[in-house]
Structures are given as C-alpha cells and as structure tokens.
C-alpha cells in the first residue's frame, strides 16, 4: 500500500512538473515573432530585483530568411521577471550572427556563450582556441546597453594580445603578451591603458551584428 502511495506522488509530481514546463515554454514563445523559435533559455536576476529574468536565444526557421551567405539569423530576446510572469524588455533578432569575419579561411567553428553573471549579459564568441570577443551588456528601465568589451587573440589557449574597453569609464586597455613561451595562465602582459571618446551609448537593439560592431575607438 505504501508502495503504491509512494509511486503515485511521483507521478504525480512528474506530470505537474511536466505541465509547468509545457505552459512555461508556451508562455516563453509568445513572445517570439512568427518564424523565430527558441534556441536555448539562460536564467537569471538582470535588474538586482531578486527574482529570475530570461534571455532567449532564437533563431528563424524560415530559409526564406537566411542572409547571403547562407548563414541563418540568430537573436535576443531579453525578458525581465516582474512577479506576475514575464515582460519584454528588449530584443535584437540578428545580433548573434555568426560572420565569417570571425574565422575567415580557417574553416573552424565559431561557437557562442550567452550567460547571466553578477546581473550583467554576457555575449561570448570563441574560435577554436585562436580568438575571443566578449560583449557585457547591462539592463535596466527600458533597454540593456554595451558597457564592456573584451577581445583576445590566442595561440592554443595562450593569450598573445587582449583589448579591454570599459564604456562607462571611457577607458580601453591593450594587453600583450611579453612571454610567447607562456602557457596558459602564465602570461606576462605589457599593459598601455588610453581615454577613449564615447559619444552614445551603444543599446543592444539597435546593433547590426556584434562582430561587425566597431568598437575599438
């Protein structure tokens, strides 16, 4: 008997579960545009507020849609919890291709990171373990805005050279690497930091793509 009781709490549970996950996910896709479905969820607090916000990774699943080069439009949708479900805050539904800038004649993978840390977006291309661009965005009111950016160039994991530009203090860094027979981790860096003009802030909904985005003033 108390077998059976036992058994039928975890069905139960496990169709609840089911359920809430079927609902959350249709409730997620409401707010996607015709031809676009969800690629991947990342979860987290955006505005400090405590409670968990979405961003949705999406891409288009129409061919009609795919640029001239073959390569399919990808995208954010950034989703703030406000306590009663979720709300869009803003979205860019090309940011995240994949150009060919990245990787030119190499014919490696580009492959992508989208996080959630100490309430910031984080945006994360890497090319094997050749070079690296890393976007921060940081979302409040109505719209989330570039506020950092990190790029390295790297030989087998081992940075060689890295610009850092901090958009709120108007400053960039350059980093090179005075010992190419580093390994990993064991770089010694000659740093040259500079005062950069910023003129506007750069709103995520308004970039073309993020590795054509010029950022290095």
Same mark, same amino acid.
């Given at each position: 008997m108390?077998?059976q009781?036992?058994?039928?709490l975890?069905?139960l549970?496990?169709t609840?579960?089911?359920?809430?996950?079927?609902?959350?996910?249709?409730?997620?896709?409401?707010?996607?545009?015709e031809?676009? !479905?969800? $690629?991947?969820?990342v979860?987290?607090?955006l505005?400090?507020?405590?409670?968990?916000?979405?961003?949705l990774? !999406?891409?288009?699943?129409?061919?009609?849609? $795919?640029?001239?080069?073959?390569?399919?439009?990808?995208g954010? !949708?950034v989703?703030?919890?406000?306590?009663?479900?979720?709300a869009?805050?803003?979205e860019?539904?090309g940011?995240l291709?994949k150009?060919?800038?990245?990787?030119?004649d190499s014919g490696?993978?580009?492959?992508?990171?989208?996080?959630i840390?100490d309430?910031d977006?984080?945006?994360?291309?890497?090319?094997?373990?050749?070079r690296?661009?890393?976007f921060?965005f940081?979302?409040?009111?109505t719209?989330?805005?570039?506020? $950092?950016y990190?790029?390295?160039?790297?030989?087998?994991?081992?940075?060689?050279?890295?610009?850092?530009?901090?958009?709120?203090?108007?400053?960039?860094?350059?980093k090179?690497n005075?010992?190419k027979?580093?390994?990993?981790?064991?770089?010694v860096?000659r740093?040259?930091w500079?005062?950069i003009?910023?003129?506007?802030?750069?709103e995520?909904a308004?970039?073309e793509?993020?590795?054509?985005?010029a950022? $290095?003033?």
């Amino acid at each position: 008997m108390h077998t059976q009781i036992r058994y039928g709490l975890i069905l139960l549970i496990a169709t609840a579960t089911l359920y809430a996950s079927g609902r959350r996910v249709q409730h997620l896709r409401s707010f996607l545009p015709e031809h676009y !479905v969800v $690629a991947e969820e990342v979860y987290g607090d955006l505005n400090g507020d405590g409670l968990e916000d979405c961003v949705l990774v !999406v891409q288009s699943d129409s061919p009609a849609s $795919a640029h001239t080069d073959g390569t399919i439009p990808e995208g954010i !949708v950034v989703l703030i919890n406000n306590g009663n479900g979720y709300a869009k805050l803003t979205e860019n539904l090309g940011i995240l291709r994949k150009d060919t800038m990245m990787h030119q004649d190499s014919g490696a993978e580009t492959t992508l990171d989208v996080k959630i840390s100490d309430g910031d977006l984080l945006i994360t291309y890497s090319l094997s373990q050749t070079r690296r661009r890393c976007f921060t965005f940081r979302c409040a009111d109505t719209t989330c805005t570039l506020i $950092a950016y990190d790029g390295s160039e790297l030989t087998n994991g081992r940075i060689d050279s890295q610009c850092c530009i901090r958009f709120l203090t108007k400053e960039k860094l350059i980093k090179v690497n005075k010992n190419k027979n580093a390994q990993p981790g064991e770089e010694v860096f000659r740093l040259r930091w500079k005062q950069i003009a910023v003129n506007k802030q750069i709103e995520l909904a308004e970039i073309e793509s993020l590795l054509t985005l010029a950022v $290095a003033n």
